[in-house]
């Protein structure tokens, strides 16, 4: 793999994700706003100063009537006016595209700045119709149409396969789901912050934890977010002039050591089928891990000081668990037995909350665990800080495992 | 008080607060004991708590019990006796005698009053029960609201005070501002006023036009009468007679009650909780009426007529400028414009003169306006109207220009100390 030029964050803001838009009567455009001028104002950069911006959304045509979101971001400041722009889309891995784009376009040397922006208003429609917006993630037809919360139907199965293939134990999920719960209770922007969360709760179908489908209860499910991120990423030459500008050291600022990205097939049966003789359940998603640590020079996990990972469903974790190579392949429960993943552990993931604590506006998820590993890299992360991060990495998911994005993030 | 394993006992926990106290505290891993009156109204304590929290599981950490059976025997062993009875003086001080029999030497007793004196509610008990008592005011619902009032009276030992807003900031992430031991603390004293000056409005103006031109997009989550429904409307009289009766200042007048609420609770008229007698709205069938304060007889609500200034602030917050609804607002013309003006600097006037008499900061004002009442922060109004225009509107209305924003008027300070991710979601479209 060629040695590309560096990109380097400078930082960024998000909105609240417990907020609700519907309820504030707003656009969408309001709290984009508000998260792109929340990043100008947490890293000084003058409007004038950005040159291409890239947005990374879902489901905007379904979700709020409408599509060409990219040219949205003209309406942050008139001093955007003219700059090229461009909206994403692969799912629930929208944002981390965007992120790639606009890092392609640095290595490239097209533009020294780059602005990119998550967004996503989920809660203009009734669960059942969220549920069948998103089932578009999926391959439509064949997997969600006429089916009531076709997702958690498909998360359920990558449980059940991990069970077929190594044997799962709800415990294990329900420890993932208070966990994540857990984290959020320190992030003042998570959606659940305060929230009633426990082991026995997680563990126990109920009036309010109700099967959603297959082994999955409410506690194993990420939330229905409206939230918007915003970062600016840069290459070597503008960020050693705003260094200077800060009084920093180009050393100081973060950097995206090594990014990876794969697509599988669409349909969740497919995948299966594929993986059937390797150890990975979702081998694409491995090869995504392995590309960007390749890329970043990590020799491996033990150099990884955090992760924020796509918890959309509590299975998704556990797969992710197994997939960096915290442990052997289908011994993912260990590292859940063992404390690893919880804050004070050996690899804290999701100190966010993450998906299940945080939130998932969907096509913003991938910026907002950009954002965070940018906070935990410079010390920002307050509460949910994880001592002495260096090197952390996120995986952003789209679909059943379909699109895989994982970036590492450090300086 | 060390950070595990604290065990508080909620009394009057079948009550609008104690029950979902009850499922904050458990879901921050404290020890609860619910107790009531009777174990059958402890149980709905708990189902209470349970619905509160979303869970039946937040009753792992909960045991119930009776004030007969259970009180000496539960507070003796308790960290934090957190009072939760009917607004009561009389009620609050028989049990805090109680109390005072049996708790520990070290242990925090809280009042959760909504604004009754806290050194009258301490008045005759031990020296050390005095010293560790104190108001811990949350507001409704409080497993979504989380702003807190912490109110130390003159004995408060000033570590106990320290301790608990520690404790309720690290352990059950609320957001805490200290107030002085006045009628109603800062949040209902500022939030009432205005409510209650638009309950007098009503009268005049109609109901509807009311909410329609003080609605949500001058920077509340809600209208403000159908705020007094919601909050019930013999909760509102206790408040605002409690503030009439028991301060003198430069908008007193504004507390006084209207006749009509007067005559409606007499009939029965409590608004959301009296679904039948109604409140400024009444429910009948699918369809919304609406009150007319002067008969005392509804009519179908009907959508008022745009007024241009409401409409263009409304869409400059749907699309998250902030600046321009607030420059319309300012700038408007008519009486309409006026009426609303007068009442939201008033808001402003009222709100940051609190400061140095029951608020220790303009700070501490904003954090309880936003996260109390959901309610746009007096000092963001300022900055997005300008202080110099801020100050001109407000000497024009007759009203009292607070220090800080005389201040900020001179040296041209902003005083809002977050930015537009903190306050944006109070400025509805």
Redesign the interface.
């Given at each position: 793999m060629a040695k590309s030029a560096p990109v380097y964050i400078l930082g960024g803001a998000q909105t609240d994700f417990a907020r609700n838009w519907t309820k504030e009567g707003k656009h969408f455009v309001g709290p984009m706003r508000e998260a792109v001028l929340g990043a100008l104002e947490a890293t000084k950069i003058e409007p004038k100063e950005v040159q291409t911006a890239h947005v990374g959304n879902f489901a905007a045509e379904l979700y709020a009537h409408q599509g060409h979101i990219g040219a949205f971001f003209l309406e942050v400041d008139p001093a955007f006016y003219g700059i090229p722009t461009s909206r994403h889309e692969a799912a629930c891995a929208s944002g981390s595209i965007a992120i790639l784009a606009a890092s392609a376009e640095i290595e490239a040397g097209r533009y020294d700045l780059a602005c990119v922006v998550g967004m996503e208003q989920m809660k203009t429609v009734d669960s059942t119709t969220g549920g069948d917006y998103l089932g578009t993630a999926a391959w439509y037809e064949k997997e969600a149409k006429g089916i009531e919360f076709p997702f958690p139907k498909l998360f359920g199965r990558l449980g059940d396969e991990y069970d077929k293939r190594y044997g799962l134990k709800d415990e294990h999920l329900a420890h993932i789901s208070a966990v994540n719960y857990s984290n959020a209770k320190r992030n003042p922007l998570a959606q659940t912050r305060n929230w009633f969360m426990s082991e026995s709760h997680a563990q126990t179908e109920s009036k309010f934890n109700m099967v959603i489908g297959g082994r999955i209860k409410v506690s194993d499910c990420s939330q229905v977010t409206d939230g918007s991120a915003a970062i600016f990423l840069a290459s070597e030459k503008y960020a050693t002039e705003w260094a200077k500008r800060r009084s920093l050291k180009l050393a100081d600022i973060p950097r995206i050591l090594g990014w990876g990205h794969h697509t599988a097939p669409l349909e969740f049966d497919v995948k299966v089928a594929e993986s059937r003789d390797n150890q990975y359940v979702l081998p694409h998603t491995r090869q995504t891990i392995v590309d960007a640590f390749k890329r970043a020079g990590v020799s491996g996990i033990e150099k990884i000081s955090a992760i924020e990972t796509h918890d959309c469903f509590t299975t998704s974790e556990y797969m992710a668990i197994d997939h960096f190579g915290i442990t052997k392949p289908g011994e993912s429960w260990k590292a859940v037995e063992e404390g690893v993943i919880e804050m004070g552990g050996k690899l804290p993931i999701n100190p966010s909350g993450g998906l299940i604590g945080a939130g998932h506006p969907v096509g913003c998820t991938g910026v907002r665990q950009m954002l965070d590993l940018h906070k935990q890299v410079t010390g920002a992360a307050g509460e949910y800080q994880v001592e002495g991060a260096k090197i952390t990495a996120m995986l952003n998911i789209g679909g059943s495992g379909t699109t895989s994005c994982v970036f590492v993030v450090g300086k | 008080m060390a950070h595990k394993n604290l065990k508080v006992v909620i009394l009057g926990a079948n009550g609008t607060m104690g029950a979902p106290a009850g499922?904050v505290f458990?879901?921050a891993s404290f020890d609860v004991v619910m107790l009531a009156r009777d174990v059958g109204k402890a149980a709905t304590a708990l189902s209470g708590a349970?619905s509160a929290?979303?869970?039946?599981?937040?009753g792992?950490r909960i045991k119930l019990g009776s004030y007969d059976k259970d009180l000496e025997k539960t507070v003796k062993d308790a960290d934090l006796i957190f009072e939760s009875l009917a607004e009561d003086l009389s009620l609050k001080k028989t049990f805090f005698e109680r109390v005072d029999n049996c708790r520990r030497p070290d242990s925090i007793i809280a009042t959760g009053s909504s604004g009754l004196s806290i050194a009258e509610m301490a008045r005759g008990r031990s020296d050390s029960f005095r010293e560790h008592f104190l108001g811990v005011h949350l507001f409704n619902p409080p497993?979504?609201i989380?702003g807190t009032e912490v109110i130390p009276h003159a004995e408060t030992d000033p570590a106990v005070t320290k301790r608990v807003c520690e404790l309720l900031t690290s352990r059950l992430?609320r957001k805490v501002i200290v107030t002085r031991d006045r009628p109603a603390f800062v949040g209902n004293r500022v939030g009432f006023k205005v409510l209650n000056e638009t309950a007098q409005l009503a009268e005049e103006h109609g109901v509807a036009f009311i909410d329609y031109v003080i609605g949500?997009q001058t920077g509340r989550?809600m209208a403000p009468l159908a705020t007094v429904d919601l909050v019930g409307w013999d909760v509102h009289k206790a408040i605002v007679d409690n503030v009439y009766a028991n301060t003198e200042d430069e908008a007193r007048a504004c507390f006084r009650l209207p006749a009509f609420m007067e005559r409606g609770i007499k009939g029965g008229k409590l608004g959301d909780k009296t679904p039948k007698e109604g409140g400024f709205y009444r429910k009948n069938g699918k369809a919304v009426e609406v009150l007319d304060p002067n008969s005392g007889s509804y009519k179908p609500l009907e959508k008022p007529a745009p007024i241009e200034f409401v409409e263009k602030m409304?869409q400059f917050?749907?699309?998250?400028?902030y600046s321009q609804a607030f420059n319309v607002f300012a700038e408007a013309r008519g009486a309409e414009a006026d009426l609303a003006r007068r009442v939201i600097l008033g808001y402003v006037s009222y709100a940051l003169n609190r400061v140095g008499e029951v608020a220790q900061s303009a700070a501490d004002v904003d954090s309880i306006m936003s996260y109390g009442f959901n309610w746009v922060p007096p000092t963001v109004v300022v900055d997005l109207i300008g202080a110099k225009n801020i100050l001109k509107l407000i000497t024009h209305y007759k009203l009292t220009v607070p220090p800080v924003v005389e201040k900020a008027a001179s040296n041209g300070d902003k005083l809002y100390s977050g930015?537009?991710?903190d306050y944006?979601?109070t400025?509805?479209?």
């Open positions: - | 499922a458990a879901g349970q929290a979303r869970a039946e599981a937040v792992d497993q979504v989380v992430g949500p989550a409304k917050n749907r699309e998250g400028r930015t537009m991710l944006g979601r400025l509805v479209g």
